[in-house]
């Protein structure tokens, strides 16, 4: 066996393939799965919507879904790492995929936390019948208006308190570490969120007008099917909500055992998240339904997603159903574990490119991180104006940060860097479900015409009018100026030399993994030196 000749840390890891699947579930099921597919689906064709979503999903979403496992395992690295184990001119997409990420972070503890103060308010019924949007937006957000007083200062404290609080318990997650932390929250907290929503689901249906509310979720449009934009709904939905181009997956993936089913465990996790997504639209929709009847109208009077689904819409069937009270807490329950393991998966991927990137041990690294964020977030989003900071930074990030680096690296992998045969090949060489040429096309050329087209019409639309109308200055901070903050900093960031201590100066692990990868050994040490041009462009 070849020896190293100097010593670096070795890589964490997941426990076992179980484990990583569960941790990528985790990621991948999070509050959109709750709150926003049920409506798009019902917006797109109800039953109908089925056919362009599961075509998305098998055409784009598991492709590009392979693309981060085989990146992230081959090249044994974070984000930053792994692109540039793949060559050098590509670190900076990594960059810009953990910037994404901090972007989202920031916000996305805030959601967890409204939520959690929401399980307890469901107990009491805080709000009071017939106050529900009201008690939101006045009592509990005490919201401001951006246009007139700017970014506010007034400390919120039902916010800030519980915001804190979620900050501190995914810091001492993090710490612990992928096997310890990561890997033994996932554990505990999917089969939890699991039995939660199955249990709300099946309280749902028996519901007076449950079946109302089922029959306007599944009732097919079919002629929906010819309008483009449901077919890129459908395609849009897929990408964000199975956690691709966030840099998640590749980390994760770089966590896995060499010999591991990497195909095999993204059919599990792709259909794994699907399936919780068509449960929580039948859940949705059957409260949808009683709440449509308890009201007199019918369902599409109250059909909503995001936020006012979540925080309006929900309180008010809480309020008006009987045992609402545990309908609340099991719906708002599981907002929180799922927010939770996504923010995690979020984070590790900041964390583990600091590590790769200065060489850190685990829990320097992670205070590091954690801590300027949870300070950014608490400022931000315990304030008055935090829902309009939250709606536009979103919003944004989403259509020209995920939307972008996904186009941008689907391109420069696939075209530029002509990587697709060698991850192919990786994949092969240890999966139980083989990819071909047929993947590489969609991934080639479907994935850049897809991303493409999203891009473009979410750029038309921000461009023809001011986004939410909200004012220039504050779309110039929070929307377009974030956007080009990302590319610029992430391009800076990897002009930044890696540390001595960093694994891409020396990891004697990665040798060894190229050498099972048929790279020979120097014949002179009997060690493992690989040329730079043989790793596909280079290491630092």
Not at 80 to 103: N, S, Y
Not at 225 to 237: E, N
Not at 352 to 380: C, E, F, M, N, Y
Request: charged share 10%; with cysteine; glycine share 10%.
């Amino acid at each position: 066996m070849a020896t190293a000749t100097t010593q670096t840390r070795k890589r964490e890891a997941f426990g076992s393939r179980n484990v990583f699947i569960l941790s990528a579930i985790g990621s991948a099921v999070g509050l959109g799965n709750i709150w926003r597919f049920p409506y798009v689906a019902y917006e797109g064709g109800g039953g109908a919507f089925l056919i362009p979503y599961l075509c998305a999903l098998l055409t784009a979403g598991i492709p590009l879904l392979f693309l981060d496992y085989a990146i992230g395992h081959r090249f044994r690295g974070s984000a930053p790492l792994a692109f540039r184990r793949m060559h050098r001119a590509a670190e900076p997409l990594g960059w810009w995929q953990v910037l994404i990420c901090v972007v989202i972070a920031v916000y996305y503890a805030v959601i967890i936390a409204w939520a959690s103060m929401y399980t307890w308010f469901s107990a009491q019924l805080a709000w009071g019948a017939g106050n529900e949007e009201d008690y939101f937006f006045t009592d509990f957000l005490q919201m401001g208006d951006v246009a007139e007083g700017g970014l506010s200062t007034t400390f919120v404290p039902q916010v800030g308190i519980p915001l804190i609080l979620v900050w501190l318990a995914v810091i001492v997650i993090m710490a612990l570490g992928v096997k310890r932390g990561i890997g033994v929250a996932n554990m505990v907290l999917m089969p939890l969120l699991t039995v939660m929503f199955a249990i709300l689901v099946v309280q749902s249906l028996f519901l007076p007008g449950a079946m109302e509310g089922l029959n306007a979720f599944f009732t097919p449009n079919w002629q929906a099917l010819a309008d483009p934009g449901v077919w890129a709904s459908a395609y849009g939905h897929i990408f964000f909500s199975l956690s691709v181009a966030f840099g998640i997956m590749v980390t994760y993936a770089s966590y896995l055992k060499r010999k591991t089913d990497l195909t095999g465990s993204g059919l599990v996790v792709a259909f794994a998240n699907s399936g919780f997504e068509i449960l929580a639209g039948i859940g949705v929709f059957a409260a949808l339904g009683f709440m449509a009847q308890a009201q007199g109208t019918d369902v599409a009077g109250v059909a909503t997603s995001g936020i006012g689904l979540a925080f309006i819409a929900f309180p008010t069937i809480v309020s008006q159903a009987a045992g609402g009270t545990i309908i609340g807490v099991l719906f708002f329950g599981a907002l929180v574990f799922a927010g939770v393991t996504s923010l995690i998966s979020i984070l590790e991927v900041i964390v583990a490119a600091l590590q790769d990137k200065l060489g850190w041990a685990r829990v320097r690294t992670t205070l590091t991180v954690s801590i300027p964020l949870a300070i950014v977030s608490t400022a931000l989003f315990s304030t008055t104006t935090a829902l309009a900071v939250l709606d536009t930074t979103d919003a944004f990030v989403n259509a020209f940060g995920i939307m972008a680096v996904a186009l941008v690296a689907v391109i420069v992998v696939a075209w530029l860097l002509h990587r697709l045969p060698v991850l192919a090949a990786h994949l092969n060489s240890r999966s139980s479900f083989r990819v071909g040429m047929l993947w590489k096309v969609l991934v080639a050329a479907l994935a850049p015409i897809v991303l493409g087209y999203l891009f473009v019409s979410e750029l038309i639309a921000k461009i023809s009018e001011p986004y939410g109308g909200y004012p220039t200055w504050f779309l110039a901070v929070f929307g377009w100026g974030m956007v080009v903050a990302l590319v610029v900093l992430a391009q800076l960031l990897s002009l930044l030399p890696w540390s001595g201590r960093s694994r891409a100066k020396d990891d004697p692990e990665y040798d060894e993994f190229l050498a099972e990868e048929r790279y020979d050994p120097d014949p002179e040490t009997d060690t493992v030196r690989v040329p730079a041009e043989r790793i596909e462009g280079g290491r630092a």
